[in-house]
């Protein structure tokens, strides 16, 4: 609902995509490419705002597949890293085409994706470390904060799809830190 009305609970949370987010953060965290998730976390939400359209977050989250999906398959993260941000750098251009930056809550997107390609870039260069571990697990949290933080303002994406991100980055954190905590632990031992 629009205007002051909510559904699906006093907050606006609609249950089905915490319980999807949470299984996505589950495989995710069984089948990698945790650099490649962080940035497109953050191009999707450049290709809502370019479109204007919030429930366009879902088309770019299915879209996602194939590019975070390459660089497992080739065991290779810069190829995922690469298409992605050639194509936030296309939605960037179509973007500025359409002033799409006019707006204070589409600008924030431009700063989110300079912020989270970085961590991206960041724990690919790091690689299989624990420095990189604790940076995926801080950018998975920072990025559920940004989308709560959507989810309140009702902006840019559809609340659903920042309920489920959300819920996804922060399971996908708790995936990561876990699986630190239990290296570091038979490390130990």
């Given at each position: 609902?629009?205007?002051?009305?909510?559904?699906?609970?006093?907050?606006?949370?609609l249950?089905?995509?915490?319980?999807?987010?949470?299984?996505?953060?589950?495989?995710?965290?069984?089948?990698?490419?945790?650099?490649?998730?962080?940035m497109?976390?953050?191009?999707?939400?450049?290709?809502?705002?370019?479109?204007?359209?919030?429930?366009?977050?879902?088309?770019?989250?299915?879209?996602?597949?194939?590019?975070?999906g390459?660089?497992?398959?080739?065991?290779?993260?810069?190829?995922?890293?690469?298409?992605?941000?050639?194509?936030?750098?296309?939605?960037?251009?179509?973007?500025?085409?359409?002033?799409?930056?006019?707006?204070?809550?589409?600008?924030?997107?431009?700063?989110g994706?300079?912020?989270?390609?970085?961590?991206?870039?960041?724990?690919?260069?790091?690689?299989?470390?624990?420095?990189?571990?604790?940076?995926?697990?801080?950018?998975?949290?920072?990025?559920?904060?940004?989308d709560?933080?959507?989810?309140?303002?009702r902006?840019?994406?559809?609340?659903?799809?920042?309920?489920?991100?959300?819920?996804?980055?922060?399971?996908?954190?708790i995936?990561v830190?876990?699986?630190?905590?239990?290296?570091?632990?038979?490390?130990?031992?």
């Amino acid at each position: 609902m629009r205007g002051g009305g909510t559904r699906g609970g006093a907050h606006g949370i609609l249950w089905w995509p915490t319980a999807l987010g949470t299984v996505a953060g589950v495989a995710v965290g069984i089948g990698g490419g945790l650099a490649a998730v962080i940035m497109v976390c953050a191009a999707i939400y450049v290709l809502a705002a370019v479109v204007g359209r919030p429930n366009a977050a879902w088309i770019g989250f299915l879209a996602s597949f194939p590019f975070i999906g390459a660089g497992i398959v080739l065991h290779q993260p810069w190829v995922s890293l690469a298409a992605i941000g050639l194509a936030a750098l296309v939605l960037v251009g179509v973007g500025i085409a359409r002033r799409t930056w006019t707006t204070a809550s589409n600008r924030w997107q431009l700063l989110g994706i300079l912020v989270f390609s970085a961590i991206a870039v960041a724990v690919a260069l790091l690689g299989a470390t624990l420095a990189a571990g604790v940076l995926v697990v801080a950018g998975l949290l920072g990025h559920a904060a940004w989308d709560v933080w959507h989810h309140v303002r009702r902006a840019v994406v559809a609340r659903s799809y920042a309920e489920f991100c959300a819920v996804l980055d922060l399971v996908l954190a708790i995936v990561v830190a876990a699986s630190l905590a239990l290296d570091s632990g038979s490390a130990a031992g």
